[in-house]
């Protein structure tokens, strides 16, 4: 059986004191799950990270950053480099969502200098890949699935493949205005960027782990978690009341095991 991933991105959201009570309540209402079937990680706010640190324990937990600078340091005001990062001990970054891409104009060739930053100090990259609904309805979204995966991979080695995660995330289905996918449409994207990873990647590619994200909820996290091409779920506001988001997670999961 495939291992299964659920995660949830903070956002600008909490605060300090929230996200250390977020975490200890999903850490005492999941610690029982096992951790060799299933990967649970938080992505909390920067200024968050260095208590989130101390008050997780990362066989239970992984905490990831929102984003990263590609330079260690510099003349970049305002960015966090990797460095800041390891010295925090994070070693998960995501790079590329949604809203980095459409609100503050982030491009493909700029998500893959992160994305080898981050494999070059040994972190899990989370890259983030979605059309937008402009997209969908000319009928290009497989080729923006495939474009958006070559350039953020380009110059990976398949050796580095084992710590490169994707997300699809259509960005017509993320937040309070946006449409969950059907599981059905989810699957074909699913299948799009495996096809793409093994391109890349060859058998290696076949490993990464592919996670569904845009208005995951407690009526759909069950029929896309069962999909073979659906690894994980990658969920916002849903998730982010610790009790609801272990129901979901152990709903979702016992879906999967009878499915199985
Ligand atoms: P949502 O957010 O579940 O609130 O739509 C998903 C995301 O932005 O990753």
């Not at 970054?93 to 980095?100: D, N």
């Not at 050796?159 to 059907?182: C, D, F, H, Q, R």
């Not at 994980?232 to 609801?244: E, S």
């Amino acid at each position: 059986m495939k291992k299964l991933y659920f995660g949830s991105n903070l956002k600008m959201y909490k605060g300090i004191k929230e996200t250390k009570s977020y975490l200890q309540r999903l850490i005492d209402n999941t610690k029982d799950l096992n951790r060799e079937e299933m990967e649970i990680f938080i992505i909390p706010s920067y200024t968050a990270l260095s208590d989130a640190v101390k008050c997780i324990d990362e066989k239970l937990i992984r905490l990831g950053a929102q984003n990263m600078c590609w330079e260690d340091e510099g003349q970049f005001t305002g960015e966090i480099s990797p460095r800041m990062l390891e010295e925090l001990g994070i070693n998960l970054v995501m790079i590329g969502h949604s809203e980095r891409r459409h609100v503050f104009g982030e491009y493909d060739a700029e998500e893959n200098r992160k994305v080898r930053a981050a494999l070059n100090h040994g972190f899990k990259a989370l890259l983030c890949v979605g059309e937008t609904e402009e997209e969908k309805n000319y009928g290009i979204a497989e080729e923006v699935l495939r474009t958006q995966l070559k350039v953020g991979f380009y110059n990976v080695d398949a050796e580095k493949g084992k710590n490169l995660w994707v997300a699809y995330e259509p960005v017509w289905s993320i937040g309070v205005n946006g449409v969950p996918a059907t599981s059905g449409y989810a699957e074909n994207m699913h299948k799009i960027i495996k096809e793409t990873l093994r391109d890349l990647f060859g058998l290696a590619g076949e490993e990464i782990p592919v996670l569904y994200g845009g208005s995951v909820n407690p009526q759909n996290a069950e029929s896309l978690i069962v999909q073979p091409s659906i690894d994980g779920l990658f969920v916002g506001r849903c998730a982010w009341d610790a009790d609801k988001f272990n129901a979901l997670i152990r709903s979702a999961e016992k879906a999967y095991r009878e499915k199985m």
